[in-house]
């Protein structure tokens, strides 16, 4: 009886937390639409990604007035994730562009936000042997 009692224990544990994950999912779509971004390709984790979008948002909100600059863009979240994350931090930006990269596990996102394409990376970084 005591080996039945922990089953149920064990799968209700288990559903509560693909339910929990579920709730997550929604939150992190409705996120997603307030901020106008669809993620196109991600080997990222999401706190990684939700910094990039949050990141991106406030740099473009701050170019609201003005053109888009896809290249201080690129350049304030290559440095933002370099100052957070280390280096070797890679970022493109524009409304068309193609691309093949090699990248680190865990550190490659593409995504929209508004009309503006993205891509960040993060290659390895080995020391120079001399």
């Known amino acids: 009886m005591q080996g039945a009692e922990e089953e149920l224990e064990r799968r209700s ?5 693909l339910i929990q994950k579920k709730k997550n999912a929604a939150e992190q779509k409705q996120s997603h639409d307030r901020m106008n971004v669809r993620v196109r390709a991600s ?8 910094h990039a979008f949050n990141t991106c948002r ?3 909100d701050s170019m609201a007035s003005v053109k888009l600059d896809s290249k201080r863009l690129a350049l304030s979240l290559k440095k933002e994730f370099d100052s957070a994350y280390g280096p070797a931090w890679h970022c493109i930006v524009g409304t068309s562009f193609g691309s093949y990269v090699t990248h680190s596990l865990g550190g490659f996102l593409y995504f929209s936000i508004d009309k ?10 080995e020391p120079l042997e001399q």
Do not use: E, G
């Open 13 to 17: 544990k288990f559903l509560n937390s």
């Open 116 to 125: 503006v394409y993205v891509l960040l990376f993060k290659t390895a970084v």
């Open 58 to 60: 406030d740099i473009l």
């Open 43 to 50: 080997d990222m984790p999401l706190p990684l990604q939700n």
